[in-house]
């Protein structure tokens, strides 16, 4: 018995001492919650960007099927198009959503039946201004109405329909929305595997694909 009271006598303090900073450690905590939540967007950045150099160091680990000729391409493709798109060159039109999307990244241009050159990365602000009277940044709705889930498993691992927009950068899959979150970020949507957006750093630079709307149906 002596030897329980004793150390009750040893802890009690110890606790009072504990319930004592409680007040202290919530408002310690609730300082820091800007914080902490500017250090979760870091670490999601850094976990996207992981992401895509584990996926392409993968990639590239794996040995090259035998490349076949342009026709044979073509040819095996073409059975694989979404049934929704409808291809008018270097636009695809979208029935279900009406939306008419460019085929090729800012920084490529179409060449009969294929995107050539390189594709371009901007700022978030950057890309704000590459809209026009025609064409503008989609939201980010828009976007995720391109991600096909069903192309995870093709050996380039795209999250995207490669026949509707060919030849995209296996490097630069994350593209930009016209959704900002604050001042410091704005929503991206990355193209690989099964698909994701997340809120990136507005002077981090990404991919751009352009959109406009199709006009109302007349009644």
């Not at 905590?29 to 670490?43: D, G, P």
């Not at 940044?137 to 026949?163: F, G, Q």
């Not at 593209?175 to 991206?188: C, G, V």
Request: hydrophobic share 40%; charged share 25%; proline share 5%.
């Amino acid at each position: 018995m002596k030897s329980i009271a004793s150390r009750q006598q040893r802890i009690l303090p110890v606790l009072l001492v504990c319930l004592s900073l409680l007040p202290l450690r919530q408002a310690v905590a609730q300082e820091a919650t800007s914080a902490v939540t500017m250090k979760m967007t870091e670490h999601l950045n850094d976990m996207v960007l992981q992401g895509v150099t584990t996926m392409n160091t993968m990639r590239r680990s794996v040995e090259p099927a035998p490349a076949a000729t342009p026709a044979t391409v073509t040819r095996l493709k073409m059975d694989k198009i979404n049934s929704r798109y409808v291809e008018q060159q270097d636009q695809i039109v979208d029935r279900v959503y009406r939306l008419v999307w460019s085929r090729c990244s800012l920084g490529q241009r179409w060449d009969h039946d294929r995107c050539v050159g390189t594709v371009r990365q901007y700022t978030y602000d950057q890309a704000l201004m590459r809209a026009n009277e025609q064409w503008r940044l989609p939201t980010r709705a828009e976007l995720a109405t391109l991600i096909d889930r069903s192309r995870k498993n093709m050996p380039e691992a795209l999250a995207i329909d490669s026949v509707a927009f060919p030849d995209m950068d296996l490097d630069k899959l994350m593209y930009w929305s016209s959704e900002e979150e604050n001042n410091s970020f704005a929503w991206a949507v990355l193209f690989a595997d099964t698909g994701v957006s997340g809120v990136l750093y507005r002077s981090h630079r990404y991919a751009v694909r352009l959109v406009r709307s199709m006009p109302a149906p007349s009644d």
